[in-house]
């Protein structure tokens, strides 16, 4: 029989006798083994201190009475940076990859999308950073990501709690003695830094005095109501990138929960069976009606023109195509139960494919008569993106797929459009296709504002009526850059445009 031998002092039990201990033995005086010597409560390190207070050094000089724009996504990237501190280096190229395409569209132009989608990148950069060991896949993050959001405010409270607590008093407990020689510690440092700031401080008075540049320099950086102001915006700053730096442990997940099976009420192999012969005869007959007018020029009711036809029937159209994509979702788990389903639900998405091509030719015909807006341009973008989302489920359909596989992809075909898109400039599209048109929408043209500014001008060369708009409005105005901390492509691509626009007309006047 082996003699079993503990080798050692059980931690709880050196911490319940701590008073049978030495000075020099109590449990307060040597911090746990299993967390670092210098770590705070709340993932604050000396090392994560001081990248906060650089960062905010870096607000400050980047947004203090400054416009934004590159400066956004230079202090996102720095955000990140300081967050992956400690983490291993092929996350934090990860990491920073992320960020760095989240802020790509900020670069390019500064309006909401692009700004969603630098606080989407430098979000995710953190949950890759704090959820590295829990797992990997599409769900997986989608989950931890939501998980992020909905603790976003414990995250707040905690990352305080850890800023704070330095500066907390001690309770009565083991630790008091501990705490008496702390604050004798600080007590010696106070005495030994008063002689040497207080003179620093009558000197930098007299120095002032003497320097007028100095001097004026002083007054501006230590007016009162400036000082209030700056120390509110560093506050709101701190505030704004704490969760991102603290590091709050999180319990790992048990399990991921698995996705459920859309079932609505009254949904079963024979409602659905008739519900999609039913379906399809109906869209059949509307898209035969859309083929005899669009295609074969058959004459439409009394007392509607063609434009108003248009009109009305695109939105009920994209309309009835969504409901469709939610419908296959609802019946997909069915297509087992009886052999016609799968044709029957591969015609029901063949016939709404082609009833969202019909929508988009009938908006497309009243973009002709009416003009392009920035709503009827949004509706061509997502008519196009119901369409593909109808193509996926078709071939979901026909690979036998399930549900989950068609919801990420349709999320990531829809979140690489809004992406795209903050790349574009939809002014300058539709103020090139209206400027082009006989009758020109003066009003609407001049909302555009500055992005439209080189397609006016051009237009202004050309057509007499299009000069009154480089006058008269700000979308013939050429857009500003201040300095690099507001420089965007967009804007200095448009200013490139005018420059050569300017040469040009130069060259043809010489």
Same mark, same amino acid.
């Given at each position: 029989m082996q003699s079993f031998e503990m080798r050692g002092r059980p931690r709880s039990l050196s911490r319940d006798g701590w008073w049978l201990a030495s000075e020099a033995h109590q449990p307060d005086a040597v911090p746990p083994s299993d967390s670092p010597g210098r770590q705070c409560e709340g993932g604050? *390190?000396?090392a994560r201190i001081m990248g906060l207070i650089l960062l905010l050094l870096l607000g400050d000089f980047l947004f203090w009475q400054q416009h934004v724009g590159l400066s956004l996504a230079l202090f996102s990237l720095a955000v990140t940076l300081v967050a992956s501190h400690g983490s291993p280096l092929r996350l934090r190229l990860v990491a920073l990859s992320i960020s760095l395409a989240g802020a790509l569209p900020v670069? *390019?132009?500064? =309006?909401?999308?692009?700004?969603?989608?630098?606080?989407a990148g430098l979000i995710s950069s953190v949950v890759v950073l704090a959820r590295a060991d829990h797992g990997r896949g599409a769900c997986t993050f989608i989950l931890h990501l939501a998980d992020f959001l909905i603790a976003l405010p414990d995250r707040w409270l905690f990352a305080l709690r850890g800023l704070l607590r330095p500066f907390a008093a001690r309770g009565p407990g083991p630790g008091r003695a501990v705490a008496h020689r702390d604050r004798g510690t600080r007590g010696r440092g106070l005495r030994d830094w008063a002689f040497p700031l207080?003179?620093?401080?009558?000197?930098?008075?007299?120095?002032?005095?003497?320097?007028?540049?100095? =001097?004026? !320099?002083?007054?501006?950086?230590? *007016?009162?109501?400036?000082?209030?102001?700056?120390? %509110?915006?560093?506050?709101?700053?701190?505030?704004?990138? !704490?969760?991102?730096?603290?590091?709050?442990?999180?319990?790992?997940?048990?399990?991921?929960?698995?996705?459920? +099976?859309?079932?609505?009420?009254?949904?079963?192999?024979?409602?659905?069976?008739?519900?999609?012969?039913?379906?399809?005869?109906?869209?059949?007959l509307q898209i035969l009606s859309d083929a005899s007018i669009?295609?074969?020029?058959?004459? !439409?009711?009394?007392?509607?023109?063609?434009?108003?036809?248009?009109?009305?029937?695109?939105?009920?159209?994209?309309?009835?195509?969504?409901?469709?994509?939610?419908f296959t979702l609802a019946a997909r788990p069915f297509l087992q139960e009886h052999?016609?389903?799968?044709?029957?639900?591969?015609?029901?998405?063949?016939?709404?494919?082609?009833?969202?091509?019909?929508?988009?030719l009938r908006l497309d015909h009243y973009i002709d008569a009416y003009g392009l807006t920035f709503l009827r341009l949004y509706a061509l973008i997502w008519m196009g993106l119901v369409g593909f989302s109808l193509m996926l489920m078709a071939w979901q359909v026909l690979?036998?797929?399930?549900?989950?596989?068609?919801?990420?992809?349709?999320? %990531?075909?829809? !979140?690489?459009?809004?992406?795209?898109?903050?790349?574009?400039?939809?002014?300058?599209?539709?103020?090139a296709q209206n400027l082009s048109r006989d009758r020109i929408d003066i009003p609407y043209? %001049?909302?555009?504002?500055?992005?439209?500014?080189?397609? +006016?001008?051009?237009?202004?060369?050309?057509?007499?009526e299009a000069a009154l708009l480089t006058s008269y409005c700000a979308a013939g105005r050429a857009p500003k850059i201040r300095g690099w901390r507001d420089w965007g492509f967009r804007n200095a691509d448009v200013l490139h445009k005018l420059a050569l626009q300017q040469a040009q007309a130069e060259g043809e006047a010489g």
């Open positions: 604050w *390190d000396p670069v *390019d132009y500064v =309006l909401p999308l692009s700004v969603a989608f630098l606080l207080g003179g620093s401080l009558i000197f930098l008075a007299l120095i002032l005095e003497a320097n007028p540049l100095l =001097l004026q !320099l002083g007054r501006e950086t230590l *007016d009162p109501w400036t000082l209030i102001l700056r120390v %509110c915006f560093w506050a709101g700053l701190a505030l704004m990138i !704490l969760p991102f730096l603290s590091r709050r442990p999180a319990a790992k997940m048990a399990h991921l929960p698995a996705w459920r +099976v859309l079932q609505l009420p009254g949904l079963n192999p024979r409602s659905v069976l008739r519900a999609l012969i039913l379906f399809n005869l109906l869209i059949g669009l295609i074969g020029g058959a004459s !439409l009711p009394a007392g509607m023109n063609f434009s108003e036809y248009a009109h009305r029937g695109a939105w009920p159209l994209l309309a009835t195509a969504m409901l469709a994509g939610g052999r016609a389903l799968r044709p029957l639900l591969l015609l029901w998405l063949v016939q709404n494919i082609l009833l969202s091509g019909a929508a988009a690979a036998m797929r399930s549900n989950s596989w068609v919801v990420i992809r349709l999320f %990531c075909a829809a !979140l690489s459009v809004l992406y795209a898109s903050s790349f574009i400039n939809f002014a300058a599209l539709i103020a043209i %001049c909302d555009l504002g500055p992005q439209a500014a080189a397609e +006016v001008r051009l237009a202004a060369h050309r057509r007499p």
